[in-house]
């Protein structure tokens, strides 16, 4: 009897010694995977991002085709109905939506150096009163100085960014292809979901193998809440914003409404650096237009915490909102606009790996 308990004892003992070895390994291997992809991250990012856009088409299209699935539906038929459905609604926003959208860019780059010197005529009105008033002179070169230097960061800011508008422009055509060949890639995970499953399973050894499926299932979960809960989210909120800015009278309101759904993509610091083109677009009708346009954003914020998230989000990804920010924070600085939207879940996913590990090895 003591023998058995003894054999028994050895077996659990082994057991987490085995998983702790298997989550310190994975802990190795990813911190190795991230340093390597930091380092030739431009090269990867090429290499990598059809299979990107192969996963969130995957996560955004399963529940579709396995609702199909149970009509009795085949999968090949169901993907290939959900892909109709998905390139039709595609087609429909490019025909509606890119020309309006268009023009709203086309307008704005004309009367951009009307806007530009309206701002100038106003800063230099505002200057030469501060000037001519009786405040001490190191303040008024203090001020001066600040000033000066915050509108040569935003020039510098507008620059880059223009900059990466034209490079995107002109990497339309591999941005198609790239997508063409996530939609290719995305149509054989969905439909050989199990093979690609049992093929990374059978790879692991037969005693972490439940380990692994458990953790693959966590973080699966955290990639399908983030995927779906925030693209859906953004897609609303854009609507929403869209809306407001036509009601209360903003120009390009297509385009700034879209620039504010996508950029709740960014947890935390989106909403608010969504809502200063609109605001800033606001202000040149009218300083009453622009406190208008804050409270549509506002209010668009509240619904989307009160109603929105809780509905689709349901519960966020175990992170403190501390974590959050920083995160957020780490990821564009290292990372730049991918590090700000996908940090998040990606250190939801390490929270994971280093939770299992502990637990393993305690």
């Given at each position: 009897?003591?023998?058995?308990?003894?054999?028994?004892?050895?077996?659990?003992?082994?057991?987490?010694?085995?998983?702790?070895?298997?989550?310190?390994?994975?802990?190795?291997?990813?911190?190795?995977?991230?340093?390597?992809?930091?380092?030739?991250?431009?090269?990867?990012?090429?290499?990598?991002?059809?299979?990107?856009?192969?996963?969130?088409?995957?996560?955004?299209?399963?529940?579709?085709?396995?609702?199909?699935?149970?009509?009795?539906?085949?999968?090949?038929?169901?993907?290939?109905?959900?892909?109709?459905?998905?390139?039709?609604?595609?087609?429909?926003?490019?025909?509606?939506?890119?020309?309006?959208?268009?023009?709203?860019?086309?307008?704005?780059?004309?009367?951009?150096?009307?806007?530009?010197?309206?701002?100038?005529?106003?800063?230099?009105?505002?200057?030469?009163?501060?000037?001519?008033?009786?405040?001490?002179?190191?303040?008024?070169?203090?001020?001066?100085n600040e000033i000066w230097g915050a509108i040569s960061a935003i020039s510098k800011f507008a620059t880059d960014i223009l900059g990466k508008a034209l490079k995107?422009?002109?990497?339309?055509?591999?941005?198609?292809?790239?997508?063409?060949?996530?939609?290719?890639?995305?149509?054989?995970l969905m439909k050989d979901r199990e093979s690609f499953v049992e093929g990374l399973v059978s790879i692991v050894p037969r005693k972490w193998r439940k380990e692994v499926m458990d953790t693959l299932h966590d973080i699966s979960r955290i990639i399908s809440k983030f995927i779906q809960g925030q693209?859906?989210?953004?897609?609303?909120?854009?609507?929403?914003?869209?809306?407001?800015?036509?009601?209360?009278?903003?120009?390009?309101?297509?385009?700034?409404?879209?620039?504010?759904?996508?950029?709740?993509?960014?947890?935390?610091?989106?909403?608010?650096?969504?809502?200063?083109?609109?605001?800033?677009?606001?202000?040149?009708?009218?300083?009453?237009?622009?406190?208008?346009?804050?409270?549509?954003?506002?209010?668009?914020?509240?619904?989307?915490?009160?109603?929105?998230?809780?509905?689709?989000?349901?519960?966020?990804?175990?992170?403190?909102?501390?974590?959050?920010?920083?995160?957020?924070?780490?990821?564009?600085?290292?990372?730049?606009?991918?590090?700000?939207?996908?940090?998040?879940?990606?250190?939801?996913?390490?929270?994971?790996?280093?939770?299992?590990?502990?637990?393993?090895?305690?």
């Amino acid at each position: 009897m003591q023998g058995r308990i003894s054999n028994g004892g050895e077996k659990v003992a082994d057991s987490r010694r085995s998983s702790r070895m298997y989550y310190i390994a994975a802990i190795i291997i990813l911190t190795a995977i991230i340093v390597f992809a930091y380092i030739n991250r431009g090269k990867i990012s090429k290499i990598l991002t059809p299979l990107i856009i192969a996963v969130i088409v995957v996560y955004l299209m399963s529940p579709a085709v396995r609702f199909l699935e149970s009509k009795k539906l085949s999968r090949w038929l169901a993907i290939l109905l959900v892909y109709l459905v998905f390139i039709s609604a595609f087609a429909i926003g490019i025909v509606f939506l890119v020309p309006e959208i268009a023009r709203n860019i086309a307008e704005l780059l004309e009367t951009l150096p009307t806007i530009v010197s309206d701002y100038e005529e106003t800063l230099n009105d505002w200057l030469h009163q501060m000037q001519r008033s009786s405040w001490p002179e190191d303040i008024k070169n203090g001020v001066f100085n600040e000033i000066w230097g915050a509108i040569s960061a935003i020039s510098k800011f507008a620059t880059d960014i223009l900059g990466k508008a034209l490079k995107g422009l002109v990497g339309t055509v591999e941005a198609l292809f790239q997508i063409l060949l996530g939609l290719v890639v995305a149509f054989y995970l969905m439909k050989d979901r199990e093979s690609f499953v049992e093929g990374l399973v059978s790879i692991v050894p037969r005693k972490w193998r439940k380990e692994v499926m458990d953790t693959l299932h966590d973080i699966s979960r955290i990639i399908s809440k983030f995927i779906q809960g925030q693209l859906l989210t953004s897609l609303i909120l854009g609507i929403l914003e869209t809306a407001g800015l036509l009601i209360v009278g903003v120009r390009y309101a297509l385009m700034l409404g879209l620039i504010g759904g996508l950029s709740n993509l960014i947890p935390y610091f989106g909403p608010y650096l969504g809502a200063i083109p609109a605001v800033i677009i606001a202000f040149l009708d009218s300083p009453v237009k622009a406190l208008w346009t804050i409270v549509v954003f506002i209010i668009a914020q509240e619904i989307d915490n009160d109603y929105i998230a809780p509905k689709i989000i349901k519960d966020k990804l175990g992170l403190h909102p501390v974590t959050t920010i920083f995160a957020v924070l780490a990821g564009g600085q290292f990372f730049g606009l991918p590090g700000l939207i996908f940090s998040v879940p990606a250190v939801a996913i390490l929270k994971v790996l280093v939770k299992r590990t502990v637990n393993a090895i305690v």
